[in-house]
């Protein structure tokens, strides 16, 4: 029933580690979004896919990459992790590219040691 | 300046009272406006969208004052259960489809 899920829920790692989140959404929706949580509680768009095109990609370290293998699912990797990456990466999703409403993944919770 | 702020609180408020947060926007032309609610380590979750007249539900009532680029919300008779982050959302101009989120403004109801 879950609408928006992301695996892990929790990632622990030592710098220099490469590491992958999965996000899936069963709601039919088009459009799906990476944001990172920091400490201060800011939430920042990261990339946004629409139909398994990127259509946002924020000021964000190549070390990122994502991808949506189709609609339903989108995937961050990221490569050669740091301190500063720790945060709670949100994954969410909505209707279309113009959906004000967007549901979002309970988050992943990234701690870099 | 920041494209969306919030006062961060925290607004400490007894079960029952009347609160109302405002946020600012800097872009004027701003075009739809949202508040979300996150609660301690859980996702955002949208409370309501604000139209240009105003709109209400239930408790919960949001403004829109485009000539001065803010956006308010109202909590009536206030619930320990209200108790939560309170986030500002603007969507940005243009063709890049951004929703911009303000920092929150957090919510403690006291018994």
């Known amino acids: 029933d879950t609408a928006v899920s992301q695996t892990p829920k929790y990632l622990v790692t030592q710098m220099g580690n490469d590491k992958s989140i999965k996000c899936e959404q069963n709601?039919?929706?088009?459009?799906m979004y990476w944001y990172k949580q920091d400490s201060k509680k800011f939430l920042k768009i990261m990339f946004s896919y629409n139909n398994k095109e990127l259509i946002i990609n924020e000021t964000v370290p190549n070390r990122f990459s994502p991808k949506s293998p189709d609609k339903a699912h989108l995937n961050l990797h990221i490569n050669s992790l740091e301190l500063g990456d720790s945060a709670v990466y949100f994954c969410a999703s909505s209707q279309d590219s113009a959906g004000y409403e967007q549901f979002f993944g309970p988050g992943t919770r990234l701690t870099v040691l | 300046r920041k494209e969306v702020e919030q006062d961060p609180g925290p607004f400490n408020v007894p079960e029952g009272a009347t609160v109302a947060f405002n946020c600012t926007y800097s872009n004027s032309a701003s075009q739809s406006f949202f508040w979300y609610r996150q609660d301690c380590r859980k996702e955002p979750k949208l409370l309501m969208s604000?139209?240009?007249?105003?709109n209400e539900d239930g408790r919960f009532t949001a403004q829109l004052n485009r000539a001065s680029q803010y956006i308010s919300l109202l909590i009536r008779d206030s619930k320990l259960s209200d108790s939560a982050t309170y986030l500002c959302v603007v969507k940005s101009a243009g063709n890049n489809r951004k929703l911009i989120w303000g920092l929150g403004t957090s919510l403690a109801v006291n018994p």
């Open positions: 604000v139209y240009s007249s105003g």
């Open positions: 709601l039919g929706h088009d459009t």
